[in-house]
């Protein structure tokens, strides 16, 4: 049995795991900034120099590029040939995951007040939900394409 291309355009089901880090990514990013932050762009705190220029300028021009910028991963991965697709698409995934993982305790600490939780919890317990959430929707694309 061989399977088509995984990442081809009719294959949203395997596409949502990137989706998802992807859109992960920018939520944490945006409700990571300090308080601060919304009546001052200059106190903005982001690693990615592209998205520390566009938090300087405004949150919408993080937001905007943001949805050019998913567009764009999403394009290059249902459109490059087998298996420069899947790398592209591992490598976005992953830098995707790490960089929303990277939000969480500054996020749980500001909503929570709980400072006694050790942050390697909040991390493997993301990455943990992350895998059965990519797990599922890989199982469900497996089983519509190997059914077919």
């Known amino acids: 049995m061989r399977l088509r291309n995984p ?7 395997i596409l949502t795991p ?18 601060d932050y919304w009546q001052n762009y200059y106190l903005f705190n982001e690693g990615s120099p592209l998205g520390s220029i566009l938090l ?18 999403l394009f290059l991965v249902t459109n490059l ?24 305790s500054t996020i749980f600490y500001r909503l929570t007040d709980v400072y006694f939780i050790n942050e390697w919890y909040l991390i493997v317990g993301y990455f943990i939900l992350i895998a059965i959430v990519s797990g599922f929707f890989i199982n469900r694309w497996l089983l519509k394409n190997i059914t077919s």
């Open 7 to 13: 990442f081809s355009k009719q294959n949203v089901l």
């Open 18 to 35: 990137l989706i998802l880090v992807m859109i992960l990514d920018l939520i944490f990013t945006l409700v990571g900034q300090p308080k």
């Open 56 to 73: 300087l300028w405004h949150s919408g021009y993080f937001v905007l590029f943001f949805a050019f910028y998913l567009f764009f991963v």
């Open 81 to 104: 040939k087998r298996p420069i697709n899947i790398m592209v698409a591992v490598g976005f995934f992953l830098g995707h995951a790490w960089g929303s993982a990277s939000w969480l």
